[in-house]
């Protein structure tokens, strides 16, 4: 493959050692995406970069992602990231090489127990390898590790690297919190969903801070505004929650539309839904507010409704909150 920078050519072999490495072998064993199309868009991604002839059909890849109709397709956000590794390829590769992991750890570590109860003393967090990747322009927090996205990781300088990592690493610590404080879980779609709010609301203090965000770099402006009117929309959201719920406990819709419909209402994973509620806690309620309802989803759904009233926004109908509170005190220990 011809190279602008005069890199050497990439040949199948070349590929296959690269997809069996260890990062790239332990997150192809444990997602659940078509492995195939994986590899083909991290290869043909570097290819279409790389290459001198394809840089018209780079140049417009990568200004797919400020095109909100194409958001969902995979190919162009491999695309940006091979060719912002390009780009910055000297700078990442000095961050890379700079940076005592050990100590960032540690560092993000302390971050992530400020947002714990009693800063996790009485905790033991999940042990979880982390991987440096060049994939889709995501950092991500998997059952197999974590897998830092090395230009979504490291576009910020190193704070916000620390600052992302001590994101993923908060994740580590909900788990043995949870099973600290429920004896059983609740499968309820509710809880669910408002137990996927918790978990990115709280972690996003750390690395987001502020809603709605000026920048989601490196993704382009569409996605920031799809990403803020999200936000923005949270009111409704959580209203329909409400509403399903209701509607499930008036035996008005079944079960399995219930549930689907609930987890549902947990918008980009938890991060924009679960931003509204947490960051509103915050806010009108104070930090030890977020800290104190952080795996305890009767605290999580009062404190709330408390912050909702003082904001004049939506809060939760009498009989929703009811049900999540005594869901959660019968499963608790």
Request: net charge negative.
């Amino acid at each position: 493959m011809p190279a602008a920078s005069g890199a050497p050519r990439i040949d199948s072999d070349d590929w296959e050692k690269l997809f069996a490495s260890s990062a790239d072998k332990a997150l192809l064993d444990n997602i659940h995406w078509d492995k195939d199309e994986f590899r083909s868009n991290v290869r043909r991604a570097f290819e279409i970069v790389y290459d001198p002839a394809s840089a018209e059909q780079c140049d417009s890849m990568v200004r797919l992602l400020d095109d909100m109709d194409n958001i969902r397709e995979n190919l162009p956000f491999f695309v940006s990231t091979a060719y912002s590794i390009k780009n910055r390829l000297d700078e990442y590769t000095s961050l890379m090489a700079s940076a005592d992991v050990d100590s960032l750890v540690c560092v993000a570590d302390s971050m992530a127990r400020d947002l714990v109860p009693g800063r996790g003393e009485n905790l033991e967090a999940q042990a979880s390898p982390i991987y440096f990747i060049v994939w889709d322009l995501e950092c991500r927090n998997l059952p197999s590790g974590v897998y830092l996205d090395v230009n979504s990781f490291f576009h910020g300088g190193l704070q916000t690297a620390i600052e992302g990592l001590a994101h993923e690493i908060h994740h580590f610590y909900l788990g043995p919190l949870f099973e600290s404080v429920y004896a059983k879980d609740i499968n309820d779609g509710a809880a669910i969903a408002l137990a996927e709010n918790m978990r990115e609301g709280v972690a996003d203090i750390i690395n987001k801070k502020h809603m709605p965000l000026e920048s989601l770099e490196p993704y382009g402006d569409n996605i920031l505004k799809i990403y803020n009117d999200d936000y923005f929309a949270s009111p409704k959201v959580l209203a329909e929650l409400d509403s399903l719920t209701c509607g499930y406990l008036d035996k008005t819709i079944g079960e399995r539309e219930y549930r689907r419909g609930a987890i549902q209402c947990a918008h980009f994973g938890g991060h924009t839904t679960g931003d509204f509620m947490v960051f509103l806690i915050r806010d009108q309620l104070g930090i030890d507010a977020v800290v104190e309802s952080l795996g305890d989803l009767d605290r999580f759904v009062v404190n709330y409704n408390k912050a909702a009233e003082k904001a004049g926004t939506y809060v939760f109908s009498d009989r929703f909150t009811q049900y999540i509170c005594d869901l959660s005190k019968e499963a608790k220990r």
